[in-house]
């Protein structure tokens, strides 16, 4: 049996029964501060800020290919108004993937690590935390569900609150979609953020002498750098010390030329 997949096969004989899961969203209310739902959506969807910035990043790892990941959460219903929300905690990256531009396939192997990392954060979470769908991206092609991706939300995430993610990297846009349809669904990103530390104690205003100094330095790297003779101060050649010879000339022609005057 296993635990996060959306069926469960049972060896029972010869025979295979085939047994589909319908998870029931638990009541609880939106947090005051966040953006509430306006409008006649049922479902929307609340992203964590930090998260949808580590897909944009596995995303533009490499804007020539599609990549894949799986997304982290829990769905509620809101008590007051009904609404059902998704809220997406967490993301899950696939690495060993076959793919390029326009498709990305991901070996049995590396379902079944990924899917182990799901199994993991359930176990941390006790639940709390589970697998609410599926990211890929659509590199400069925007965001809208394939053929193939609508077929792949119906076979795998086909109850209503299952999300699938598309984000285009290179135009710095995304749109989740939901249920076996592909239904578009409206998000929000929400700050999830610890609070931030005080804010430094600004140095004094550099004096010039000190930036003639750091200007100099900066010289030198760029200069070095580039495979360019490293900065250097103008100076003049040291003064050598007369050979002893030397003076005994010296002396000599003196003691000529006071003998001629």
Not at 165 to 188: E, K
């Amino acid at each position: 049996m296993e635990r996060n997949r959306n069926l469960v096969l049972h060896d029972q004989g010869q025979f295979r029964i085939r047994e589909i899961r319908v998870f029931q969203a638990e009541g609880r209310n939106l947090p005051a501060e966040w953006p509430q739902p306006t409008g006649p959506n049922k479902y929307i969807v609340y992203a964590d800020s930090v998260v949808i910035e580590r897909i944009m990043a596995h995303a533009r790892q490499d804007t020539a290919r599609e990549c894949f990941g799986l997304l982290m959460g829990n769905v509620y219903v809101e008590g007051n108004t009904g609404v059902t929300w998704m809220y997406l905690q967490d993301a899950i990256a696939a690495s060993q993937v076959d793919a390029d531009m326009t498709s990305v396939e991901v070996s049995r192997e590396e379902f079944m690590r990924i899917n182990d990392e799901v199994d993991r954060i359930r176990e941390q979470t006790n639940d709390d935390v589970r697998k609410i769908g599926w990211y890929h991206s659509h590199p400069n092609y925007g965001i809208f569900m394939s053929n193939t991706d609508r077929l792949n939300q119906k076979r795998y995430y086909y109850q209503e609150w299952q999300l699938a993610l598309v984000v285009d990297p290179i135009r710095g846009t995304l749109g989740f979609f939901r249920g076996s349809a592909s239904n578009r669904c409206p998000h929000r990103v929400v700050e999830i953020r610890p609070a931030l530390e005080p804010a430094v104690k600004k140095e004094p205003a550099v004096k010039k002498a000190q930036t003639v100094i750091y200007e100099e330095e900066v010289d030198e790297f760029v200069s070095t750098t580039i495979g360019k003779p490293s900065y250097s101060k103008p100076h003049s050649a040291p003064k050598r010390k007369p050979s002893l010879w030397q003076r005994f000339l010296d002396w000599l022609i003196e003691v000529l030329e006071s003998i001629r005057g």
